[in-house]
Every structure is written in structure tokens, then in C-alpha cells.
């Protein structure tokens, strides 16, 4: 199936987390396929609580992305997960059921951003799954592929940011814009 968009994203990222949501406002979500990239792929597994620097950091970008985006709910997570596994999740999950997949990948965010919980455990990765009626997505060598070429996709573009959309015009936005923006790009 061809998509109009491709966006990549992080789900550490609160502005991909919020760019995300306001896609699903404008009912614009079937339209984009979704690549997961690690923008931060030295973060640990399990998640780890953040030392002073970088938890004064993450509330400043917290803050930031309240201000930008009252509408969408967030709360501060102690700190911020490696999401290697939940992206080779939704990257398996796009390879068994596209619409399941994007399910997954939103309840993923939202689990994370509204909740603070960690999405490089694999039992919550497995319930979110389960929860989207997705089959055993773990021991994907395919995933592994689909993850891999997103990433050489996303590095070879040379932005370097999340969320990143492109049209398939070419043209793209890169990081959160506002509600009108991001709909009269989409249209």
C-alpha cells in the first residue's frame, strides 16, 4: 500500500509524541507510514532514572511542548527508554498488519508520554501488542531489516531531527508545527 507521507520518528521524542497526536486530531494518521529512528540510541536498557542534567532538561522540553500543545496530554517521565525494541516491534507489527501497527505505535507514545512508563520492557511491549491484537512480534529478523533501512533512509535525508515528514512530493516539515500548518501541508 502506498501512503501519502512518511514521518519519521522517535517515541522518546515529545515533539514526535505530540506531532503524532495531532496527526490522529486531523484524521491524517492512515496516510502516513511511519518509520521509527533512534535519535538517541546509547539510552539503557532498562530505562534508567535521569541524573539532575538531564532531568532538568527533559522538564524544560516537557514545559516547551505544554506550551506548544495544551491540548495534548503529557506528563514528565523520570527519565527517557532506549526504544530500539518498541520500534523493531511496530516495524514487525508493519510487516504482519499495517493498521494494527500504527495502534501499537500510538498506545507506545502514549504509554510513555502520559504515564511514564518504560517501553524497552518487553512485557509491556507484549501487552501493548496483545492489545492491538498483534501476534508474537518478538525474534523478527525482518524487523531488524525494515529498522535498519529506515534509519539508512532517515540518515541519508541529513536532517538529523524528529519528527521529520515528507510528502510525496518531496517537500517536508521537520520538527512541531501547529495545527494549521500541519494540515494545510497534508491536504
Known amino acids: 500500500m502506498t501512503l501519502d507521507f512518511v514521518l519519521y520518528s522517535d517515541f522518546n521524542c515529545p515533539f514526535c509524541y505530540v506531532f503524532g497526536e495531532r496527526v490522529i486530531a486531523l484524521n491524517f494518521a492512515d496516510r502516513i507510514e511511519w518509520r521509527g529512528v533512534q535519535h538517541a540510541p546509547h539510552l539503557p536498557i532498562p530505562m534508567a532514572q535521569a541524573g539532575p542534567t538531564f532531568a532538568s532538561e527533559l522538564a524544560r522540553e516537557v514545559q516547551f511542548v505544554q506550551r506548544l500543545a495544551p491540548e495534548v496530554p503529557i506528563a514528565l517521565p523520570c527519565g527517557k527508554p532506549n526504544t530500539g525494541p518498541a520500534i523493531r516491534a511496530v516495524a514487525a507489527a508493519m510487516n504482519l498488519a499495517p493498521r494494527k501497527a500504527h495502534r501499537l505505535a500510538t498506545s507506545l507514545y ?6 511514564g512508563t518504560d517501553i524497552s520492557d518487553p512485557l509491556v511491549i507484549r501487552e501493548l501488542a496483545d492489545q492491538a491484537n498483534l501476534a508474537d512480534l518478538s525474534n523478527t529478523p525482518d524487523a531488524v531489516k525494515t529498522v535498519a533501512g529506515w534509519h539508512e533512509a532517515w540518515l541519508e535525508r541529513g536532517v538529523g531531527s524528529v519528527p521529520d515528514l515528507i510528502r510525496q512530493d518531496g ?3 521537520t520538527g512541531l508545527v501547529d495545527l494549521d500548518t500541519l494540515r494545510q501541508f497534508m491536504q
Do not use: P
Request: hydrophobic share 45%; no cysteine.
Open 110 to 115: 502514549r504509554v510513555f508520554w502520559q504515564h
Open 171 to 173: 517537500e517536508s516539515i
